[in-house]
């Protein structure tokens, strides 16, 4: 179990790798982002990217898995007050495998709360060729081991 005070400033998580496929990206933007391009491969094609990518709010979903098997859920996580500066630099494509890293900025136990304390993180996904595709900055609150 992970707690706040496990937590130092330049520590360097990493998430582990997740294979995107082609079924997927299309079920994923069927259910939440049916813009053709990431729906139909066919029409994909006559996009400004040319071919079928993911929805970037896919990509941020493969980074919350990434994220919770790597460290997350077996963690004293309370909640998160929310994600700064979320970047989506590069198409995600069929076939891509992502890995990522997390990188603690900030620690800070919480004043008006003295049981938990917040994580400020720098964060992001880079597909089998080193390319980031993805850049964000989280916020989360975790328990302290040491409540006083």
């Known amino acids: 179990m992970r707690y706040f005070e496990d937590f130092h400033e330049g520590d360097v998580i990493a998430l582990g790798q997740y294979a995107v496929d082609q079924e997927e990206i299309i079920s994923f ?58 970047r989506w630099i590069a198409p995600v494509r069929p076939g891509d495998t992502l890995s990522g890293t997390v990188q603690v900025f900030e620690t800070r136990r919480s004043r008006s709360k003295p049981d938990r304390g917040i994580v400020r993180c720098r964060c992001e996904l880079r597909n089998q060729n080193a390319d980031q595709v993805l850049t964000l900055n989280t916020a989360g609150f975790f328990s302290c081991r040491n409540k006083k």
């Not at 053709?36 to 400004?48: G, I, M, V």
């Not at 994220?67 to 963690?75: E, G, K, Y």
């Open 29 to 86: 933007g069927r259910q939440y982002d049916p813009q053709y391009f990431h729906c139909d491969p066919e029409a994909a094609l006559d996009s400004p990217i040319g071919e079928l990518i993911a929805s970037g709010w896919h990509t941020c979903s493969i980074f919350m898995r990434l994220q919770c098997n790597a460290f997350l859920t077996d963690s004293a996580s309370i909640a998160s007050p929310g994600v700064d500066e979320v």
